[in-house]
C-alpha cells in the first residue's frame, strides 16, 4: 500500500504542467492518507508517504516557479525544514523551507537573492493552493531571512557554533539541523553536516538541551493545567506543542550530541542510545511516547478531514477515552521523567 500511494501520487505529480492541475493532483493527498489509515498503516509510515509525496509536490512547484520566473543565476537547492525534513509531516503541518545558493562573489548576492525570493514567493503561494499551510513564524524561503547564499549560511552556522548565546541563535539552529535537499543541488556539502562539528563545541549543546527542557508536557492536563479553553467551557490539549515539541527538541539535542544531524525523530533517539547520550531506557520511552501520540494526531486528522474539517493538533480532551486518557497521561508523566534525567545530568556535569 505504502509503495502503490508513494509511487503513484509522485507519478502523477510529476506529469502536471500547470498549476491548476497540481492544485488537482494535490487534492489526492488527504483523501490517500484516510486510506492508509483504513488500511491499518502505522503512524510513522503514514508520515513517511505523506512526506514522501511533499517532497514530490515542492519539487514540481518549483518546476512551475522557475517556468515562470526565468531560470536561476546560479545553483540552488531547495531545503526543507521542520517535520517534513524529518519524513514526519501529517495534514497538519506546515511546510518549513529555505534556499542556498551557490558559486556567486557577495557583490552579487543582492540581485540573486531577489530572484531566489522571488522563486519561494511564488513556489509557496502554489504550495498553499495545494493544501499547505504557511509557518506561522514565517520559517520561509518567501522570508528574505531564510533566502541565502551557501557562504553566508556556513558563515551563520558557524557563528552559532561559536557563540550560541546570540538573539535567537537557539532557534534557528533547532531549525536548520533539520534542514533536508528536495531540489537542486544535493551532492554540496550542506548547513545540517555542518552540525556535525557540535560535538566539539560543548556550550551550544548545553544550552540546546537546556532549550529543549524547557519545553514541559502538561502532566496535569486533568486539572486544566497547560490546555486551550474555548469560550464554550471546554478544554483542549494541542498535541503537537504538549507531546511532540518536547519529544523532537529532546532527540535534536541528543542526535546533535551523537554526531547525527538531520534524520528521523526514530534515527537520533537510536543513535543516542547507541553511544550513551540517553540510556536505553530513555530512548525507549521517548520512541514509545512518540509512537502513541503521533498514532493519536494521525486519528484526530483522519475524523477531521472525514467530517470535511481542515486538520489540526488541537483535541477536545472529551473525545478522548479514558483509556487513551490514562495512556497519554503516563506518557506526559514518561517524558517529564526523562526530562527529568537530562537536567540531573546536567546538573552532575556542570
Given at each position: 500500500?505504502?509503495?502503490?500511494t508513494?509511487?503513484h501520487?509522485r507519478q502523477?505529480?510529476?506529469?502536471?504542467?500547470?498549476?491548476?492541475?497540481?492544485?488537482?493532483?494535490?487534492?489526492?493527498?488527504?483523501p490517500?492518507?484516510?486510506?492508509?489509515?483504513?488500511?491499518?498503516?502505522?503512524?510513522l509510515?503514514?508520515?513517511?508517504?505523506?512526506?514522501?509525496?511533499?517532497?514530490?509536490?515542492?519539487?514540481?512547484?518549483l518546476d512551475?516557479?522557475?517556468?515562470?520566473?526565468g531560470?536561476?543565476?546560479a545553483?540552488?537547492?531547495?531545503?526543507a525544514?521542520?517535520s517534513?525534513a524529518r519524513?514526519?509531516?501529517?495534514?497538519?503541518?506546515?511546510?518549513d523551507s529555505?534556499i542556498?545558493?551557490f558559486?556567486?562573489?557577495?557583490?552579487?548576492?543582492s540581485?540573486d537573492?531577489?530572484?531566489?525570493?522571488?522563486?519561494?514567493?511564488?513556489?509557496?503561494?502554489?504550495?498553499?493552493?495545494?493544501?499547505f499551510?504557511?509557518?506561522?513564524?514565517?520559517?520561509?524561503?518567501s522570508d528574505?531571512?531564510f533566502?541565502?547564499?551557501?557562504s553566508s549560511?556556513?558563515?551563520?552556522?558557524?557563528?552559532?557554533?561559536?557563540?550560541?548565546?546570540?538573539?535567537?541563535?537557539?532557534?534557528?539552529?533547532s531549525?536548520?539541523?533539520?534542514?533536508?535537499?528536495?531540489w537542486?543541488?544535493e551532492s554540496?556539502p550542506?548547513?545540517?553536516?555542518?552540525?556535525?562539528?557540535?560535538?566539539?563545541?560543548?556550550?551550544?549543546?548545553?544550552?540546546?538541551?537546556?532549550?529543549a527542557?524547557?519545553?514541559?508536557?502538561?502532566?496535569?492536563?486533568?486539572?486544566g493545567?497547560?490546555?486551550?479553553?474555548?469560550?464554550?467551557?471546554?478544554?483542549r490539549?494541542?498535541?503537537?506543542?504538549?507531546?511532540?515539541?518536547?519529544?523532537?527538541?529532546?532527540?535534536?539535542?541528543?542526535?546533535?550530541?551523537?554526531?547525527?544531524?538531520?534524520a528521523?525523530t526514530?534515527?537520533?533517539?537510536?543513535?543516542?542510545?547507541?553511544?550513551?547520550?540517553l540510556?536505553?531506557?530513555?530512548a525507549?520511552?521517548?520512541?514509545?511516547?512518540?509512537?502513541?501520540?503521533?498514532q493519536?494526531?494521525?486519528?484526530?486528522?483522519?475524523a477531521?478531514?472525514?467530517?470535511?474539517?481542515?486538520?489540526?493538533?488541537?483535541?477536545?480532551?472529551?473525545?478522548?477515552?479514558?483509556?487513551?486518557?490514562?495512556?497519554?497521561?503516563?506518557?506526559?508523566?514518561a517524558?517529564?521523567?526523562?526530562?527529568?534525567?537530562?537536567?540531573?545530568?546536567?546538573?552532575?556535569n556542570?
Open positions: 500500500m505504502e509503495s502503490r508513494s509511487f501520487l502523477a505529480i510529476a506529469h502536471v504542467s500547470t498549476v491548476d492541475e497540481l492544485v488537482v493532483t494535490s487534492s489526492k493527498l488527504r490517500a492518507v484516510v486510506n492508509m489509515h483504513r488500511g491499518g498503516m502505522n503512524a509510515d503514514v508520515m513517511s508517504v505523506f512526506s514522501v509525496v511533499a517532497d514530490a509536490l515542492t519539487r514540481r512547484a512551475l516557479a522557475i517556468a515562470q520566473i531560470e536561476p543565476p545553483r540552488f537547492t531547495w531545503l525544514l521542520g517534513q519524513r514526519e509531516a501529517l495534514p497538519s503541518s506546515d511546510l529555505a542556498a545558493w558559486g556567486h562573489n557577495e557583490s552579487e548576492e540581485s537573492r531577489k530572484y531566489f525570493g522571488d522563486v519561494a514567493t511564488v513556489a509557496t503561494d502554489i504550495l498553499t493552493r495545494c493544501g499551510r504557511p509557518d506561522e513564524h514565517r520559517v520561509s524561503a528574505p531571512l533566502v541565502r547564499s551557501l549560511w556556513q558563515h551563520e552556522v558557524h557563528s552559532f557554533l561559536n557563540d550560541p548565546t546570540q538573539e535567537k541563535a537557539l532557534v534557528l539552529v531549525v536548520l539541523v533539520d534542514s533536508r535537499p528536495v537542486g543541488v554540496e550542506l548547513i545540517a553536516e555542518t552540525f556535525r562539528l557540535a560535538r566539539a563545541y560543548p556550550q551550544l549543546l548545553r544550552l540546546l538541551a537546556q532549550f527542557l524547557s519545553h514541559k508536557p502538561p502532566v496535569g492536563f486533568f486539572r493545567l497547560a490546555i486551550d479553553v474555548s469560550g464554550e467551557g471546554r478544554s490539549l494541542d498535541l503537537k506543542y504538549g507531546a511532540v515539541v518536547p519529544i523532537t527538541d529532546l532527540a535534536r539535542w541528543a542526535g546533535m550530541t551523537a554526531g547525527v544531524t538531520c528521523s526514530i534515527a537520533r533517539l537510536d543513535a543516542a542510545s547507541d553511544v550513551g547520550t540510556t536505553a531506557s530513555d525507549h520511552t521517548l520512541r514509545d511516547a512518540f509512537e502513541l501520540v503521533s493519536l494526531r494521525l486519528d484526530h486528522q483522519v477531521q478531514i472525514e467530517a470535511g474539517a481542515e486538520p489540526g493538533d488541537v483535541i477536545a480532551l472529551e473525545e478522548l477515552s479514558p483509556l487513551i486518557r490514562t495512556y497519554l497521561k503516563e506518557a506526559f508523566r517524558i517529564v521523567s526523562v526530562q527529568r534525567h537530562v537536567a540531573n545530568d546536567l546538573s552532575w556542570a
